[in-house]
């Protein structure tokens, strides 16, 4: 491991040492190294191999810019080793090779690459029919980078809300500018910058003053969130960002965007091999982590960037063979003179030409000179060398602003921002304000009127001038005849590719991308697109800026699916009776969010003893999770008029009626019980998965309609229990309670307010499974205590706790259906028998109209009961449909042996000819075969309804 | 390796353009279609193809398929609940098995089966009906328990130790994917071959009315009369009927989906969870495509919500834990036309020559090329195919829907 001494490497401690593997080996690095800089330190350039041609790949912008540098680190799939931090024993694999990483017979492919144009799976693979199946499968295997470890442990992942009056993003020069200038104003701000430290390229650039930690030294507004990625600037400043596992997401009143600029790859023949690097990446390489990438070096540039790179380099004892300025003529900028006098080879209007590759990495450059644009002389030179530093231009780093809904012009051959949202700003090099001195006026500037923005008073400084005239080249980009020349690294798009996709018809930058897949890698073309830009404009003779932006989408890198998913929150409901269902053996079951009885007991006849001694004694079952909503006020009546379809309007005080609800289409959606406990004052039920809709179906149309009620949702404000069963009343009265419960005084559908064993309760004489019933619904705090007193009560009478199964066959018997089950998304009233809970002649109710339009034309289907012809065969299920000659005649939607009737009993859609009693129709069960049914009269049990009037 | 493709390295094959160049607009066409998505860009080639109508225009307010036929998540399936639905769906599937051939490009289709993950009693049950109903009509369909779901897609979690524990699925081993672009570029080289003309970058800014019928439409690039109009413009369906004077029982909400970086196969199968609102498959590039429900509320903008990503991945999770490293590339939205009763409107409207292919929430690629053919046969002949009846505009003002809230892919 070599490395340069101090100053160079400020990020290294040079104290720690740390070892970790890669593909099998292991190398020494420091704390404070990426696994790229490791690598490199140990002088292993070759980090992973290509998407399409599995050609060698190393660090290319040493910041993650790019796929290159992607690896697998244990269970962690696509990480960029220019990020990703060592830690000790850390497990490193690279991607995308078969066999070996320096042996890579995937590498075949690029020998094929002549019959891989762009596009070229959608023009082959298909004849005959059966190709694909054979192709596509082996087009699978071939893509893909990382892999996912199914088994892996899952991390832990969580959340945070932050909020700020100014969130300013990136802490370069402009960013610690706006910071400090927003504070100042007296703003609360928020820092965010995902280097390991805090500076951007005062870090690492050639005149850089290294100290900007400093800089924010004793302002206490100023928050700081390091090694913090924004991945996502959504509507209304809401910030999405990455630290380690967790995902913050910030709130701001203005948002200053300071992330700075990329840097520009050069497009030439080989311009992807390990050694060919960003100038960028180079210095970030050599001031960061000290590590020289190289031991003789070219310089390709075309701005004072390269000038400064090769300083920065001969500073470190590399061998600099020449600079390659693409310019005919070089500008007089102080780097550009200090390179000269110290007798740098610079060759003006040379561009390389080609890499040449020797194991795995350059080994040297050939060299030409600019004819024109893209046209170059014959090469004059060849260099052997180890690494090419690149520095022909910017691209400013606009996704965040692009994601804010900004507009961007061409302007010295850059996408500048023109016009952004309110309470969003640029500053510094994104903003076209590229020097030092230029960058930090302009932060200061945008930290000010982000201020200003959030509310603060503060005094705007001048706008600084736009210095990026020069600096980014216009056409660096040379065509090879043997081709190879990478626009996207990505994806291994060649210029040709461009060229074909167009030639195709792909003319449309969108159209374009989704052909020639350019712009689609994990980097979403960061890097690329200013060269695709500029490709599609000469072929289809236009300029650049008429070729218009792609959308760059969120997320910007480094998010994962855990990020998101953060704990997760799946609540889980529990009723005030939980514990007490447990105690009993109580199998539990999903009920929208909360958790029933299913049935209690290991007993295989469990569901059917529950059933018994619901009949014969007494049964206890929790109902606290149907809906409860309290509507009161003058209008109370009138509004229930108006939502179900029934009537409410001279319900006396102290009864209950049935609540149907239809939808706008007259579709049945929900159903329950209003109690009236006052003139003005309505208990209403509502199903348990129903609730939160009815409620917010209230909300809704009392917001239109203004009536005077108010609406509460009290579902888990009480828990309640249905005690039925010919034995109800003596368990209730033992338990005591001081309402009347006699026959006379609390009849079937009565209500009435009072105690129950000491505890305040509605007590509703309903119940859904047609026998002498009360619902006792009482404060939740106290259902336990109810729950105890009547199974005390009842022990003489031999009280059985049930649950959802036995009330279900319970019901069935009875008749009654649930909405939901023996009801669809296009029932309408009619046709499941509830024309007695429809009032048609009311002047208005929900779905009212659609009713009328129901009733004018012929019935379609009508739910009946049926019983088998024969019990013994085999059986139908929920949902096998009735089939009549050959047709889908209808459909059953419940069906259960009943324990009363010892017989199998069930409802079922069928067509209005077959409703009636006696009729016969066909079920196909399981297997195909058909069993006969017949048309039965609902309540099967107890058909005149005299038990629950007991 | 395949012949086309040493021809073309041995340049024995002239690479010629594949999509037509920019034309000038004539005065009119015998049919004018707006919107140059799958679903246009489908009836044009039809018309061509089945009725020897060529003279056709379909005009595109941007890039061709740069709607809601760039932003779907590529599935097909034929596993609806009414007999309604599953008729036409798989009809639309028998198209898909010989589009590459037919279309001489090829649009990837690829059969991955199909699984609709219950959580609950009540979903199984809605399972066992879409079953029935589809082995009816001839669609491979069966509710499967959960040993056969652990079977059919090793990398789902098991595990009973989660809040919505998988209890069983309805197995569509037919359920597909196809290159969703490749299906809107493959119909327009065709088209266009044939005599249509296709115009991007023209929008339609009205339409010129009289006697109820059209006679012209307005574009940014000026006036075209027109025989016949056809809509098919999913997430403008609203906006544009209304510029005819019609209006549409459609509320228009954005429908979000993202995808992973590429990851080497390890999901075969097509996962669709109703209950927890999502779904994934792995393309062939290997990326995950991952969406859930449409957005909570109304909005005629696509743009990308925080919300969405959380929501979706923390039941990604539950369902294939070992996701939780990887990387997600890119996140969009589409608009998804919803009608009230989740299916489709097509045929014509109260206009003598106004056809409308709308509705298409979030089951609209699918329907692609029946709904091309078929859209195409309507207009050609003024009559309306009985495998579209169903789905007839006027059904909403006499309440005779085709409800498929059952089957939508994720719930409403």
Redesign the interface.
Known sequence: MTRLPAPWGKWIDRTKSLSFWFEGKSYPAHQGDTVASALLANGQSLIGRS?KYHRPRGSYSAAGWDANALVQAG????LSADRLAVQDHLQVKALNYFGCLNRDWGRLVEK?S????AG????????P?I??KFW?PV???M??????????A??Y?DKEYLFADVAVIGAGPAGLAAALEAAKAGAEVMLIDEDQQIGGSLNWARGGDGEPMAKLAGWPRISLLEQASVQ?L??DN?L?IVKGNR?Y?LRAKSVVVATGCYQMPLVFRHNDLPGVMLGSAVQRLMRLWGVVPGRRAVVAAANEDGYAAALDLMDAGVQVEAIADLRAHRDAGPFAIEAGQRGLRILQGVTPYEAHENNNRLAGVSLAQIMGEGRCGPVFERIDCDLLAVCVGRIPATGLLS?AGAKFAHQAHMDLPTELPAHVFAAGSVNGCLSLDAAQKDGKRAGALAAKSAGFEAETPPAPLRDCEGVTHPWPIFAHPAGMEFVDLDEDVQIKDIV?SM??????I??LK??S?SG???S?GKLFWPHVKRLMAKEKGVTPAEIGASTI???M??????H???R???P?RLTAMHRRHLELGGVM??AGAWMRPAYYGQDKNAIEKEVRAVREGVGLIDVSTLGGLDVRGPDAAAFLERLYTWTYAKLAVGRARYVLMCD???VVIDDGVAARLHDQHFYVTATTSGVDRVFRLMQWHNAQWRMNVDIAQVTSAYAAVNLAGPKAREVLAKAGTSVDISKEALPYLGVREGMVAGIQARILRIGFVGELGYEIHVPAQYGEALWDALMTAGQDFGIKPFGVEAQRILRLEKGHIII??DS???THPFEIGMDWAVKMDKPFFMGQA?LR??LE?APTRKLVGFELENDQGPLP?????A?EDGE?AG?VTSVARSPALGRVIGLAFVPPGKAQAGSRFQI?VDGGSMVGARVTPVPFYDPKNQRQEM | MPLVLIKHALGLSRPKRQLPAQKELKSSYDVVIVGGGGHGLAAAYYLAKDWGVTNVAVLEKSWLGGGNTARNTAIVRSNYITPEGVRFYKESMGLFETLSQDLDFNVMYTKRGHLTLAHTDAAMRTMRWRAEVNKHLGVQSEVVDDKDVARIEPALNMSRAVRWPILGALHHPVGATARHDAVAWGYAQRAAEMGVEIHQGTEVTGFELSGGKIVSVQTTRGKVGCGKVLQAVAGMSSKVAGMAGVTLPIRTIPLQACVSQPLKPFLDTIIVSGSLHCYIWQSQRGECVMGGAVDPYPLQAPRSTLDFKEGLMAHMLELIPGLADVPLMRQWAGLADMTPDFSPVMGKTSLENHYIDAGWGTWGFKATPVCGKRMAECVATEKVPDILSAFRFDRFKNFEQVGEAGAASVGS
């Open positions: 998407f269970s962690k799939p696509n094929a002549r019959l891989l144009p070229f799976y959608y023009k082959t693979f298909f004849t029919r190709a694909w596509e087009i699978r295997h893509a893909g980078l990382g892999r996912v470890d199914l088994q892996a899952h991390a992942y996502a959504f509507d809401w999405e995902l997401k994601h074909a030639q195709d018809g792909y003319d449309h969108q159209l989704r052909y897949t689609m890698g994990p979403q989408r969120p997320p890198g480094g998010e994962t699916l855990g998101l998913a953060g997760g929150f799946e889980v079951m999903p706008q289409t007259g939901g089950q669809d998304a296009l659609a339009a129901h034309k299920k929920e949902c096998h449909l089939i889908i459909r196909r």
